[in-house]
C-alpha cells in the first residue's frame, strides 16, 4: 500500500537560515517522488520530482531533496529561507498500481519565516 | 502553452443542489485528476480520467462524479451537496498522469449555504 507521511504540520524558521521539510513514504514498487508548493490563494506548483534517476534532485527556488531507500525518506531543503518561500508545501507519492498510476498527496507542511 | 483553466473561479450553492465544475488541462496533456481541499481534511484526491475514462477513484461517495470528454476536457459534478462540500475543488493535468508531474489550476471555490 502506498503512503506519504510529513512528520511536521508546521515549521518556523528566521529569515536567512536553513529549511528542512521532512517526507517518509512507504510504497510497494519504485516510485516517483515529488514536491509541491501552495502559496496562499494560489494553485499549486512543483517545486521538483524523483523519478528513479539522481537521488539528490535540485528544484526551482534553491530547494532541493535527496531521496533515500534506505530511510523510506524523501527530506526537502534550502540553505537559506526567504520571505517568499512562505507557504505550505505537499510532499507527494506516485506509483504503478494495477496498471495504472495512483498518487497520494501529504497532508502539507505550513512554512513560516520570520524576517 | 496556456495553463490548466477552471470555471467559475467561485460558486455559491445551496445544500441539496447540484453544481458541475469545469476544467479545461494544457493542450496535450490526456490526463485530468480532481482534488478537494479544506482546511480541515487537505488535500484529497477524488478521481483521474484519461482519454474519457475513469481510471482512479479516490475514497469520495457517489454523489461526486465526473466525466472527460474528447478534447479532454473534464467536468467534476457533485448532486444534492452538504454544508460540508463547501472547498477548494483543484483540477490537475498531467501528460500521462502519476509519473508525470501534475500541473494544478487556480481551483473553484465551492461555497454551499
Known amino acids: 500500500a502506498q503512503s506519504v507521511t510529513q512528520l511536521d504540520s508546521h515549521v518556523s524558521v528566521s529569515e536567512g537560515t536553513p529549511v528542512l521539510l521532512r517526507c517518509n513514504y512507504s510504497s510497494s514498487y519504485s516510485p516517483s517522488l515529488f514536491w509541491y508548493v501552495q502559496h496562499p490563494n494560489k494553485g499549486l506548483q512543483l517545486l521538483l520530482k524523483?523519478?528513479?534517476?539522481?537521488?539528490l534532485v535540485k528544484g526551482i527556488n534553491g530547494f532541493e531533496a535527496e531521496f533515500k531507500k534506505s530511510e523510506t525518506s524523501f527530506h526537502l531543503t534550502k540553505p537559506s529561507a526567504h520571505m517568499s518561500d512562505a507557504a505550505e508545501y505537499f510532499c507527494?507519492?506516485?506509483?504503478?498500481?494495477?496498471?495504472?498510476?495512483?498518487?497520494?498527496f501529504g497532508t502539507g507542511t505550513k512554512l513560516q519565516v520570520i524576517p | 502553452k496556456a495553463g490548466v483553466t477552471q470555471t467559475p473561479r467561485y460558486l455559491i450553492k445551496t445544500r441539496g443542489q447540484q453544481v458541475t465544475l469545469s476544467c479545461s488541462p494544457i493542450s496535450g496533456h490526456r490526463s485530468v485528476s480532481w482534488y478537494q481541499q479544506t482546511p480541515g481534511q487537505g488535500l484529497q484526491f477524488l478521481f483521474e480520467?484519461?482519454?474519457?475514462?475513469?481510471?482512479n477513484k479516490g475514497n469520495f461517495p457517489g454523489r461526486f462524479s465526473g466525466r472527460q470528454f474528447s478534447n479532454s476536457r473534464s467536468e467534476m459534478n457533485v448532486s444534492t451537496l452538504e454544508l460540508g462540500d463547501s472547498a477548494l475543488y483543484l483540477c490537475?493535468?498531467?501528460?500521462?498522469?502519476?509519473?508525470?508531474?501534475?500541473?494544478f489550476g487556480p481551483g473553484t471555490r465551492l461555497t454551499v449555504t
Open positions: 507527494v507519492v506516485s506509483e504503478n498500481s494495477g496498471g495504472y498510476q495512483k498518487v497520494t
Open positions: 480520467y484519461f482519454s474519457e475514462t475513469q481510471r
Open positions: 490537475a493535468s498531467s501528460l500521462e498522469g502519476g509519473l508525470y508531474e501534475q500541473y
Open positions: 524523483y523519478t528513479s534517476a539522481a537521488t
